[in-house]
């Protein structure tokens, strides 16, 4: 067997182009997709200005609330890109440098301090927007939509903290400061006691009939308004979100592109250089020579497994190590690596074995290849819900007869190591490269009688 697959490993050499984008196509997903999950891919960049005067503070009822960061808040959910005039900011999006621009204008705060006043203003935001690509443009401006409910969710809750104290000073009592001067309040409870020692004092008659009723609002009002305390930080969020995971963890986005790109450099290498190889064995009319007394159809078959497997491992790790230039792996794992790669590779393979031996040309098999290949890839990612039950099923009964899925969950497990186990996926694989197995060698004899 060894002789043999030197044979192979000579053809490749004597086919450069060949190896060259054996090479080539897991460098590349490897950059497209580092590109795609590197730290910055996933903020837009818009040009911000803030004209707010520093040390401006949100008021209410004479109190000014904390400073809550409004620069780093927004910079660290977009790439902040700092302009110095509206005029530049207009620039840095019209020349695509910048994909939006967001501007806070000097009167946000005195706007926002004037909803407390009987002439409330209207605190406006300015945001530009370039919509020559409107997928960008919706993407930009659902991100700083977000920044705002989630600005427009501080400033509410803070208003509310600040409500509920005084709500609490009014029927408690207390002091409050005011421009220095510090005011006492007496607060309703304190109001209804005072009274109500004083109403032994005041003969019966209307005087003390209007005093019991002033008596009885201060006591009512005491203690009913106690209830607007949770009402008014409730207003600030109505609906509490309770996230509970009852099926499957998902990986980190990052890790799981990684797998799907490192599956997917695994399937096309390994499958199109068995298939091919094998189909190309036939095509030379080799075939019968060599398994007429020199090798065995099945060690035919497992040299030509061994190859996708060798040449699938080299090239996988050759993409994840260019993937190490855009994000940081743990290669302290990479001997779960090697096993999901090896496993991976050893029931794509086999695969491949089976599609070459049911193919006539080597141009027929590569085609056929990329036909099965490809779609089994895209139904794998179809995620639960996105389309119906029964037909998700039916998706699920196909990925499971094909080595894609169970090879991306193996990878997927051996990359992330707050992952499930790696044991299901590899007794998934190592079942279908028996069955393929199989299958490729029950077509090598309808392969060797024509």
């Not at 490749?12 to 182009?17: G, I, N, T, W």
Request: charged residues 15%.
């Amino acid at each position: 067997m060894r002789w043999l697959l030197l044979k192979d490993l000579q053809i490749l050499r004597r086919s450069p182009l060949q190896a060259v984008l054996l090479v080539a196509y897991p460098v590349l997903i490897a950059v497209l997709v580092g590109f795609a999950i590197s730290p910055e891919s996933g903020k837009p960049r818009v040009a911000f200005l803030n004209q707010i005067p520093a040390g401006s503070r949100v008021t209410v009822g004479g109190a000014q609330l904390p400073a809550v960061g409004v620069d780093d808040r927004i910079c660290r959910r977009v790439q902040c890109v700092r302009v110095h005039s509206r005029d530049e900011a207009v620039k840095e999006v019209e020349s695509g440098d910048a994909l939006a621009a967001l501007i806070l204008p000097s009167d946000l705060v005195d706007q926002i301090n004037s909803l407390s006043t009987p002439t409330p203003g209207v605190p406006k935001v300015e945001v530009l927007v370039n919509e020559e690509n409107p997928l960008k443009a919706q993407a930009v401006d659902d991100r700083i939509t977000s920044l705002l409910a989630q600005a427009n969710l501080l400033v509410a809750k803070r208003v509310a903290g600040e409500g509920s104290r005084f709500i609490d000073l009014l029927i408690n009592g207390g002091n409050f400061s005011v421009i220095g001067a510090t005011i006492e309040i007496l607060g309703l409870r304190n109001a209804a006691k005072i009274l109500t020692a004083l109403r032994p004092d005041v003969p019966p008659g209307a005087l003390r009939a209007s005093l019991d009723r002033v008596i009885r609002f201060a006591s009512l009002s005491g203690e009913n308004l106690n209830v607007a305390i949770p009402l008014i930080k409730r207003l600030t969020q109505p609906v509490e979100v309770d996230k509970q995971v009852v099926s499957g963890s998902s990986p980190p986005l990052d890790i799981f592109a990684i797998a799907v790109a490192a599956t997917l450099t695994l399937a096309f290498v390994t499958i199109l250089l068995v298939a091919g190889s094998l189909a190309l064995e036939r095509e030379e009319n080799a075939f019968s020579r060599l398994t007429r007394s020199l090798v065995s159809p099945s060690a035919l078959l497992g040299e030509k497994v061994l190859l996708g497997v060798g040449v699938g491992l080299a090239v996988t790790l050759l993409m994840l190590a260019g993937l190490e230039i855009f994000v940081s792996l743990q290669w302290d794992r990479i001997g779960l690596w090697l096993v999901a790669i090896l496993a991976g590779g050893a029931a794509l393979g086999a695969a491949g074995a089976a599609l070459g031996a049911a193919a006539r040309e080597v141009r027929a098999v590569s085609l056929l290849a990329f036909m099965v290949t490809l779609p089994i890839a895209f139904l794998s990612l179809v995620p639960s819900g996105a389309v119906g039950k029964d037909l998700y099923d039916a998706i699920g009964v196909v990925v499971a007869l094909f080595p894609f899925k169970p090879a991306l969950d193996a990878i997927t497990a051996a990359l992330d190591p707050a992952g499930p186990s790696i044991g299901g996926p590899l007794v998934h694989l190592a079942i279908l490269t028996v069955a393929y197995g199989l299958v490729a060698r029950l077509a090598l004899r309808r392969f060797a009688a024509v």
